[in-house]
């Protein structure tokens, strides 16, 4: 296939994902601290993995949780990135690319769920989303502090 071809293609493609359901093909967001959790049982034996995305509240000079997020496959695992050094959570949901960067990430194991811990401190209904709802977004798409 010549070069011309690929290029076609390849903005096809992104059109067309992006076209076809009225919004953007691709989100990111960033966030102060990822937390990838092993919920473990009584056992020790790991029961589900999640991401928890966190963004530190200088007020209550503490963490909130903004999301969460189980993971399904390996290849949702947060990734460390050198340049610049953050890491980095990718995965696609209805079409859609979604992408969450933070400067820090923390690897726990619990027999308490973080996420719902957290909801002693900010209820779930005051938490920041990490994407606006569709008709808010906009033609970019992408969502900003």
Avoid at 22 to 38: K, T
Avoid at 79 to 98: A, F, Q
Avoid at 122 to 132: K, M, N, Y
Wanted: aromatic letters at 10%.
């Amino acid at each position: 296939m010549s070069p011309f071809l690929s290029i076609v293609g390849f903005v096809l493609a992104n059109v067309l994902v992006g076209g076809a359901s009225g919004g953007p093909a691709s989100l990111a967001e960033r966030v102060d601290l990822i937390e990838l959790n092993h919920f473990v049982d009584e056992n020790g034996r790991e029961v589900f993995q999640q991401l928890i995305f966190y963004d530190w509240s200088k007020q209550e000079r503490r963490f909130h949780v903004r999301a969460w997020r189980l993971i399904k496959g390996p290849e949702q695992l947060p990734v460390r990135r050198w340049n610049p050094t953050l890491y980095e959570c990718v995965w696609h949901d209805g079409g859609v690319r979604k992408m969450v960067t933070a400067s820090s990430m923390r690897e726990t194991w619990s027999q308490e769920d973080p996420e719902r811990a957290n909801r002693r401190f900010l209820a779930e209904d005051r938490r920041i989303p990490l994407w606006r709802p569709r008709a808010a977004q906009g033609k970019r798409g992408a969502t900003r502090r």
